[in-house]
């Protein structure tokens, strides 16, 4: 077994005896990424040399005895989060040359606990998309089947981590866009509640539904990259200063008992066969290890894509408007006046899709529709997010599908931006309702494609998705697999 | 007869707005693809809202006040090294007003 192969714990567990270096682990993930990156292209940008000094620090505090709780451990970070003197390029032309002056707070805090950043990773165009196919920097492929998508936004992390280039991610998810590629490529994501971990230093993309969240190997990893990056920011004021606990401590701990949702609206048509049976096994496993499942129902899950898609778009269309060729960023060339350099440099800095979301959101907040649209979508919103609280009086955990299907081919669904948007159909509701969620492999198709099973709970119930995302991985035995590249 | 939500003036108009400029055949793309998912989104009319509180943030703080006290911030240098013109301590922009 290569190093970079391995778990964070796992590596953690050589680190500590001393049976392996962080300059070893981090040479051996290099090594991988010099193997497959060509093939796979999860970086937009590698951090070989930094990554390797900060390895040689790492293994320094650890003949001192002083272990971080990620000291030495080679990390991917989506090219969404800002990195102090590293180009960060949200997957855009318009942000190209960008060299952010100070670090986003999960990278601070990442660099605080030890690890090793080894580089930015490919994402749709400002986290929007569903296939990572809209990035100015070209299309990452599914480690499964390099005619494949990743899924998307962040599939760069997912792809990094499925292919052994990290050994463990980070993204943001705004509708999916952690869990839906952690699904596609056979990694466990999970989005945590809105508020629990600051977004200062994460660009913007609709304000009022990115989270950030770890893309890592099994659900182990998932919490001790929680354990770092959750908690209060006072520079995020939609950071909530509630009690973090100890992610950790919910491992193993068995689901004895618990009630699970399994809500009748997400078994319908469109899903497909195989990735229905998967999930169906895993509704049995949960039983195996002595949950209890019922039929739950959200009744305004067909409306969740409606929804989605004029608030994100919305929240985006203002939060974009800062790409002006003023400050920072991409600026066109001979322009007379200011309109037509702002004009110009949008037009040529942003890719069709972001333009479509830009003008779909300026429309529905325009004079005249505001109530047509963003008003009835929110007033929707409120009701899917009834759904959910009254879902949770009933029910511990909410099991669902993470994706209708698996893995598609690269193109098949570019010329079509409505049914791109409904791959994202069982994900969305989570960030509507800001609540957290956590996919898991949970099998594999006929031809090998991963598939991933949702678990959903209550707001700050991360733990208790860890809980039960433990004991899903401990009975479920799903047989590890690793891609052929 | 197909269903129209917005037409190509309008499209023109929203471009504007969001200070976007598009060829005549990007028009055409664009108005063709924003009908089809304005259309999608007239499911919302499905749904009975009479009396439902918008909702804009699932877990809505009320005034998140920290304490006024000075801290670090950017100097000018850093603020301005990514500026595609700057003069002096300003970024530089062409002409707005004759």
Same mark, same amino acid.
């Given at each position: ?11 953690? /567990?050589?680190? $500590? ?16 990424? /010099? ?36 000291? =030495? ?19 855009? $032309? ?11 707070? !999960? ?37 499964? /089947? ?47 509640? %809105? ?35 959750? =908690? ?24 004895? *008992? ?29 039983? =195996? ?17 409606? !929804? ?42 942003? *890719?069709?899709?972001?333009? #479509? ?5 300026? %429309? ?10 963003? $008003? ?10 009834? /759904? ?45 309702? =800001? ?22 709970? *209550?707001?700050?119930?991360?733990? #208790? ?21 | ?98």
């Amino acid at each position: 077994m290569e190093l970079y192969e391995l778990s964070i714990h796992e590596l953690q /567990d050589k680190l $500590r005896e001393g049976e392996t270096t962080s300059a070893e682990i981090t040479a051996s993930v290099f090594g991988r990424i /010099d193997a497959v990156e060509k093939d796979v292209r999860a970086y937009i940008t590698l951090m070989r040399e930094t990554a390797l000094a900060e390895a040689e620090r790492a293994d320094l505090a650890i003949r001192k005895g002083e272990m971080g709780a990620l000291t =030495g451990i080679p990390v991917a970070l989506k090219d969404i989060f800002c990195t102090k003197g590293v180009r960060t390029t949200c997957g855009s $032309r318009i942000l190209n040359n960008f060299i952010p002056p100070y670090d986003a707070t !999960v990278v601070s805090k990442l660099r605080a606990a030890g690890a090793v950043c080894t580089g930015k990773t490919n994402m749709d165009e400002f986290a929007m998309g569903s296939s990572t196919e809209t990035s100015f920097f070209g299309v990452t492929r599914n480690p499964w /089947d390099l005619e494949r998508i990743p899924g998307g936004s962040s599939g760069g992390s997912a792809a990094a981590v499925a292919a052994g280039e990290c050994i463990a991610a980070f993204g943001s998810d705004t509708g999916g866009s952690i869990r839906q590629p952690a699904a596609l490529c056979g990694v466990v994501g999970m989005k945590p509640t %809105y508020g629990r971990v600051s977004r200062f230093g994460l660009i913007a993309f609709a304000s009022s539904l990115d989270q950030i969240g770890p893309f890592t190997k099994d659900v182990e990893d998932c919490a001790i990259l929680m354990n770092v990056i959750a =908690g209060y920011d006072p520079r995020e004021s939609t950071s909530v200063p509630e009690a973090v606990p100890d992610y950790r401590r919910f491992l193993g701990r068995g689901i004895e *008992g618990w009630r699970v949702g399994i809500p009748k609206e997400y078994f319908v048509a469109g899903i497909d066969p195989e990735v229905e049976a998967a999930v169906r096994q895993a509704i049995r496993a949960v039983e =195996g290890a002595g949950a209890k499942c019922m039929e739950v129902s959200l009744p305004h899950t067909d409306y969740c894509v409606a !929804v989605y898609y004029v608030v994100a778009p919305a929240e985006a269309s203002s939060n974009l408007a800062r790409y002006d060729g003023v400050k920072y960023g991409f600026r066109s060339e001979g322009n007379r006046d200011l309109l037509e350099m702002y004009k110009k440099t949008r037009s040529a800095g942003f *890719g069709a899709e972001v333009k #479509r979301r830009i003008m779909i959101g300026t %429309y529905a907040l325009s004079s005249g529709y505001y109530d047509a649209y963003y $008003r009835k979508a929110s007033q929707v919103r409120g009701l899917i997010k009834r /759904d959910f609280d009254e879902a949770f009086m009933t029910c511990d955990v909410i099991l669902t599908p993470t994706s209708p299907t698996a893995a598609f081919r690269i193109g098949e669904k570019t010329d079509d931006p409505l049914q791109m948007y409904l791959s994202d159909i069982f994900t969305i509701s989570a960030n509507l309702a =800001g609540i957290p969620g956590i996919s898991v492999p949970c099998g594999y198709t006929e031809s090998g494609l991963p598939i991933g099973v949702q678990f959903l709970a *209550g707001h700050f119930q991360e733990g #208790r998705l860890i809980q039960f995302a433990s004991a899903f991985e401990t009975h479920a035995k799903i047989e590890r697999r690793r891609p052929r590249l | 007869m197909e269903k129209i939500r917005i037409n190509k003036e309008e499209v023109a108009y929203v471009a504007h707005l969001a200070r976007l400029s598009f060829s005549e055949g990007e028009t055409e793309k664009f108005t063709s693809q924003l009908n089809d998912i304005l259309l999608y989104m007239d499911k919302l009319n499905e749904v009975d809202t009479t009396g439902v509180e918008p909702v804009t943030h699932a877990i809505a703080r009320e005034n998140a006040f920290r304490e006024d006290k000075v801290l670090a911030s950017l100097p000018a240098e850093a603020s301005l090294a990514n500026a595609p013109e700057a003069r002096g301590s300003c970024f530089q922009v062409p002409k707005v007003i004759e």
